[in-house]
């Protein structure tokens, strides 16, 4: 019975350690996107302020 315990916990962490690095992954997915859109918007504000720089 000891036995058939052991190995559900072990089976039981090593699940919470896979569910946990595959939400880090996804953490790390979905923040260099939001990192690149962020990027992205920053780039059209600059060139935005260079047109009605231009303009002047």
């Known amino acids: 019975m000891k036995r058939i315990l052991s190995n559900e916990r072990g089976s039981v962490t090593v699940l919470l350690m896979g569910s946990l690095m595959i939400m880090i992954a996804g953490f790390m997915v979905v923040m260099s996107l939001f990192n690149e859109f962020i990027k992205q ?13 231009a303009r002047k």
Do not use: D
């Open 41 to 53: 918007g920053h780039a059209s504000g600059i060139a935005q302020q260079a047109a009605f720089a």
